[in-house]
């Protein structure tokens, strides 16, 4: 069994760029704390994972199924470097629990448009963290008869995790650190930064992901 290509933290941070252009106005609420991984640095990894699931699903029917709203940015750029022809859908997921912990407990607001019964689904995952949300996602997609099912998560928190979960594609581990950036929000801002950062202050005791 080939294990899954992934990036670790400590030699993200230390390849990083000393200097990074801000993006000033939204680094000016102090709540934006330390680059974790520069946006070459996604973009370099991105690019490996699309070369990669290229390789795997050559001649599958492969379905792409980003979790939003955090995976936006990953699965737009991901499908661009997939050399395939491939379908995408959407679905959004509310876990219910505290601000610091997912209980499981999942309910769908969106759910996929299309069956998927007979295809090659991906799951293309912001972060996963505890696993449990994710876990009911699993559970409820295989009971759609899907040929085969996978997750690709542009970032994991193996300190986080409850449950083991099968995870093909692996973009970064990082530490257990509320992250901002590429998709990723705090109260439905700093989605918009090219890289992913540090929440800063009080705001770092709060995670999210599943």
Same mark, same amino acid.
């Given at each position: 069994?080939?294990?899954?290509?992934?990036?670790?933290?400590?030699?993200?941070?230390?390849?990083?760029?000393?200097?990074?252009?801000?993006?000033? /106005? *939204?680094?000016?609420?102090?709540? $934006?704390?330390?680059? !974790?991984?520069? %946006?070459?640095? @996604?973009?370099?990894?991105? #690019?490996?994972?699309?070369?990669?699931?290229?390789?795997?699903?050559?001649?599958?029917?492969?379905?792409?199924?980003?979790?939003?709203?955090?995976?936006?940015?990953?699965?737009?750029?991901?499908?661009?470097?997939?050399?395939?022809?491939?379908?995408?859908?959407?679905?959004?997921?509310?876990?219910?629990?505290?601000?610091?912990?997912?209980?499981?407990?999942?309910?769908?607001?969106?759910?996929?448009?299309?069956?998927?019964?007979?295809?090659? /689904? *991906?799951?293309?995952?912001?972060? $996963?963290?505890?696993? !449990?949300?994710? %876990?009911?996602? @699993?559970?409820?997609?295989? #009971?759609?008869?899907?040929?085969?099912?996978?997750?690709?998560?542009?970032?994991?928190?193996?300190?986080?995790?409850?449950?083991?979960?099968?995870?093909?594609?692996?973009?970064?581990?990082?530490?257990?650190?509320?992250?901002?950036?590429?998709?990723?929000?705090?109260?439905?801002?700093?989605?918009?930064?090219?890289?992913?950062?540090?929440?800063?202050?009080?705001?770092?005791?709060?995670?999210?992901?599943?």
């Amino acid at each position: 069994m080939t294990l899954p290509a992934r990036c670790d933290y400590a030699r993200v941070r230390s390849a990083r760029p000393s200097t990074l252009a801000p993006v000033t /106005v *939204l680094e000016r609420s102090g709540a $934006v704390g330390e680059v !974790l991984i520069s %946006g070459d640095q @996604l973009q370099q990894r991105v #690019s490996e994972l699309a070369a990669e699931i290229t390789h795997d699903y050559r001649d599958r029917d492969l379905f792409m199924m980003g979790v939003l709203k955090g995976a936006i940015f990953f699965v737009a750029d991901l499908m661009r470097g997939i050399e395939l022809e491939c379908e995408l859908d959407f679905m959004a997921v509310s876990s219910y629990g505290s601000l610091t912990d997912s209980s499981g407990v999942v309910r769908i607001l969106k759910d996929l448009d299309a069956p998927i019964e007979g295809k090659d /689904v *991906l799951i293309v995952e912001d972060v $996963v963290d505890s696993g !449990l949300t994710l %876990g009911y996602l @699993l559970r409820s997609l295989r #009971s759609r008869n899907p040929r085969s099912l996978e997750v690709c998560a542009l970032l994991v928190k193996p300190q986080r995790r409850k449950i083991d979960l099968p995870i093909r594609y692996v973009g970064f581990e990082i530490p257990d650190r509320f992250v901002v950036g590429y998709g990723l929000d705090l109260d439905q801002r700093y989605r918009n930064l090219p890289y992913v950062a540090a929440a800063n202050g009080d705001q770092g005791r709060f995670r999210s992901g599943g």
